[in-house]
């Protein structure tokens, strides 16, 4: 047992094999310098040339217009959380979020050490099995923004729709589904993701911030985390985290090989079929909160009808192959992250763990 693991870390979540085959491969020697890329000067054009490249490759994956700014940060998604505000408010008084889930609710609080974080639709009400219905979101006038978390990685609900907002920017934390389907950009008027879960290591985010929402940083704000004077550096006004950046560009390289966005997203619902189909036909041995239409396509979150059974659920399945489904670690639970280095054979062998493992203790 146990030669063919698959891992469904929500996040670091495994590299598609050919990246990690490259950074192997390319380790000593980047591009013919003779040197490694982890060594290589930031300013020196080895570097310049790679971070041009990987944001090229991104506009290309994304379709991303010269009205947005490209940034590559640290911090992770978290720190956009509070920087958010920071670099977005202006004059205004307060930003409008909807409240979703585990993450969401993050953002909100970290933002409302900020300024006021207005709550303009939620779904605790309903133990986050949703998306409120956007006809019912009370937008603030004048906000400077309404922030949405297109994936909830731990609650599993998803985004099925963009709301479409006229006098507020619409901001995005897609930390866990950004690159696995195609997005309208335009739409949104800054979208964030943490690099450890679709786009490569830690240490990176990535950040599209539309140029006119631009020169609008409280004078407080650290340089670094400034959007304005980041874009205005290309990314380089201090030691960017060189190597999560590399594996960035390698993984858009990949994707794009690999058919692109609209690739991942048709792979994303043949792999998340496989898994809610072996939830929803095991009468009610697994069960799955979410509504249908907003299950998450790459964060399957699941519970066993028998809570006691979860722990051996996630042993037996660590010692077939199937590893770190644990859910997320203030939720409980039975997480599979579904992330695009995933293979359909990896769902397809959950499934049938899930299938056999319900035939024994049901
Ligand atoms: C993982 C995740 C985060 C946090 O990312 P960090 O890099 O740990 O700060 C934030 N939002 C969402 C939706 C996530 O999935």
């Known amino acids: 047992m146990g030669e063919v693991r698959y891992n469904f870390s929500a996040g670091p979540a495994p590299l598609p094999a050919p990246v990690r085959d490259r950074i192997r491969d390319e380790l000593d020697d980047f591009a013919g310098s003779g040197q490694s890329i982890l060594e290589l000067p930031f300013s020196a054009q080895p570097f310049r040339d790679l971070i041009a490249r990987a944001e090229r490759d991104l506009r290309e994956l994304l379709d991303i217009s010269a009205d947005y700014a490209v940034l590559f940060l640290q911090g992770g998604a978290s720190a956009q959380f509070a920087l958010l505000p920071l670099n977005l408010l202006g004059g205004n008084a307060c930003a409008d979020y909807i409240e979703t889930g585990y993450w969401s609710r993050k953002a909100i609080a970290e933002a409302t050490r900020v300024m006021q974080a207005h709550i303009a639709a939620s779904s605790a009400a309903t133990g986050f099995d949703r998306v409120p219905e956007v006809g019912r979101w009370t937008v603030t006038p004048g906000a400077a923004y309404l922030h949405i978390t297109s994936n909830e990685t731990a609650d599993g609900v998803e985004y099925p729709w963009t709301p479409i907002l006229r006098r507020v920017p619409l ?90 966005v609209r690739a991942m997203e048709e792979a994303s619902l043949r792999k998340s079929a496989i ?75 959950l499934a049938g763990f899930m299938a056999d493992f319900a035939n024994r203790w049901g």
């Open 171 to 260: 901001v995005a934390d897609m930390s866990s589904n950004f690159l696995t389907r195609p997005i309208d950009v335009s739409c949104y008027g800054v979208i964030y993701a943490s690099a450890q879960k679709n786009i490569g290591v830690a240490g990176l985010t990535v950040l599209l911030v539309r140029r006119d929402l631009l020169g609008r940083a409280h004078s407080f704000v650290p340089a670094v985390f400034d959007y304005t004077r980041q874009a205005d550096a290309a990314s380089l006004l201090n030691t960017p985290p060189i190597f999560a950046v590399y594996v960035a560009g390698l993984a858009f390289e990949w994707l794009k090989n690999s058919g692109g």
């Open 275 to 349: 898994l809610y189909r072996a939830i929803d036909s095991s009468e009610g041995f697994y069960r799955c909160p979410v509504l249908n239409e907003f299950r998450s396509r790459v964060s399957v979150c699941f519970r066993l009808a028998d809570e006691l059974l979860t722990e051996r659920f996630l042993d037996e399945a660590q010692d077939q192959g199937l590893l770190n489904l644990k859910g997320h670690s203030k939720l409980g639970g039975v997480r599979a992250s579904l992330y695009n280095a995933m293979p359909e054979e990896g769902a397809a062998a």
